[in-house]
């Protein structure tokens, strides 16, 4: 299984495949060179182990953010709840 996580760029250096994204807070060096440019700051994109693996819509990257703020909590699982 993989996880992808969501990200915002913040920074385009032109010519290089490299953007900086902010990735829950934390400014990474992320490879774009697998999707196609060009970049702008603010795009979203979801990450996995430093590529960029497609590009994602504001509201994919809340729904993403949310989803996993939720299973970091316990509150998303495979088990019925218990009330």
């Known amino acids: 299984m ?3 996580l969501p ?3 913040v ?3 032109t010519g290089s495949e490299l953007v900086s994204v ?3 807070g934390a400014v ?3 490879h774009v060179g697998l999707l196609d440019g060009p970049w ?3 795009d979203w994109i979801l990450i996995h182990s ?17 989803m996993l ?8 699982t495979d088990e019925p709840q218990r009330g």
């Open 11 to 13: 920074a385009v250096t």
């Open 22 to 24: 902010d990735v829950a």
């Open 69 to 76: 703020d939720g299973l970091a909590r316990g509150e998303l």
């Open 28 to 30: 990474r060096q992320i």
């Open 50 to 66: 430093g590529f960029a693996l497609e590009r994602m819509t504001e509201e994919e990257a809340r729904d993403a953010t949310a």
């Open 40 to 42: 702008a700051a603010g």
């Open 7 to 9: 990200g915002r760029v």
């Open 2 to 4: 993989c996880l992808g």
